[in-house]
């Protein structure tokens, strides 16, 4: 059970309407409270307190009532205080039950459940030092895999040798400083990447492509299943999938045979110049490789958010191959020639 408080103010008729003093309303009649109950279960309203008397709080103006002994598991609760002072509007004025704060704490453990010294002691407190060595729940040895050895983590990242100092000294052994062996990797006229980007992220579904604008782009897309009576392929790069083919940003096509409206079908939503963008497509090899002249990658503006999709026919159905992200930057360098 709860306590409920009721509070209470009544104003004037005039404008701007104040607020009516005690003085001014047990000239009239004090104010009185009615409170109906309605029950959850059913609706139910039943009368609560009839006429009953309020008191006056002189510090805000205004009146309350206490209601104690509340079912708020069972009821909501409603009062309406009622004065009968001419110009008082309105003359009834309704609130719902404000809860004591201290007897809402219904979650309590009872007296007879509560803990006590009796079963609280020192002695059992104190075994919740061990608790580390007594947890029974750790993982069990069925479900735990053993970190990798020393051996086993040099044989995943690809180092042989034991001994990393050994491999380093070997360098050494060849005359040249770490200095030296740096100026000769970065001082080098040609130096290969063992793959592109494109070729990288392309073995899972999505990889992007980062074109640069003012330089010719080629990149390779991989792990591909391409089948071998394929009659048609389509790279298309578009600022949205619900966009027209015309007004991709760079569609290629390629078929198999070829034939001679292969190349740069669209270029920044215009009709682009066939011989500007090819596809180079090995079925064996799952393998598809795209070029765009830096004729064409110039008439494309700075754009990040574009989606991409390669697509073949077969026998006049037309399946995705692989699909993602795409985006285009602006180099430093404009000149073509």
Do not use: C
Not at 146 to 157: F, K, Q
């Amino acid at each position: 059970m709860a306590t409920l408080i009721f509070r209470f103010v009544f104003l004037s008729n005039a404008s701007p309407a104040v607020v009516l003093t005690s003085t001014e309303l047990t000239g009239a009649a004090a104010p009185t409270i009615n409170i109906s109950s309605t029950a959850y279960s059913d609706g139910a309203i039943a009368s609560v307190v009839s006429g009953g008397a309020m008191t006056y709080d002189s510090y805000t103006q205004s009146w309350s009532y206490r209601l104690a002994g509340a079912d708020l598991a069972s009821y909501v609760y409603v009062g309406a205080a009622t004065t009968t002072y001419a110009t008082a509007s309105p003359a009834t004025v309704h609130a719902l039950g404000i809860v004591v704060p201290d007897e809402l704490v219904s979650s309590r453990a009872a007296s007879a459940t509560a803990l006590s010294n009796a079963t609280w002691t020192d002695a059992r407190a104190g075994k919740l030092d061990n608790l580390d060595g007594t947890v029974t729940s750790r993982l069990p040895t069925s479900g735990y895999t053993a970190p990798l050895t020393a051996a086993g983590t040099r044989a995943a990242v690809g180092l042989a040798d034991a001994d990393l100092d050994e491999q380093l000294a070997a360098i050494a052994a060849s005359g040249l400083t770490a200095d030296q062996v740096k100026t000769a990797v970065w001082t080098a006229a040609s130096r290969t990447l063992t793959s592109t980007a494109a070729e990288t992220t392309a073995a899972v579904a999505g990889g992007a492509l980062a074109i640069a604008s003012r330089a010719t782009f080629a990149a390779t897309l991989t792990g591909l299943t391409i089948p071998a009576s394929w009659e048609r392929i389509w790279l298309t790069i578009k600022r949205s999938a619900d966009e027209e083919d015309a007004a991709s940003q760079v569609q290629i096509v390629v078929s198999n045979p070829g034939v001679g409206t292969d190349g740069l079908l669209y270029l920044a939503g215009a009709v682009g110049t066939a011989a500007w963008g090819t596809l180079t497509v090995d079925q064996v090899a799952g393998t598809v490789a795209i070029w765009l002249a830096d004729e064409a990658t110039t008439r494309l503006s700075r754009r990040s958010g574009l989606v991409y999709d390669v697509k073949y026919l077969v026998a006049g159905d037309t399946t995705v191959l692989t699909s993602g992200a795409a985006s285009v930057t602006v180099t430093p360098t404009a000149a073509l020639a």
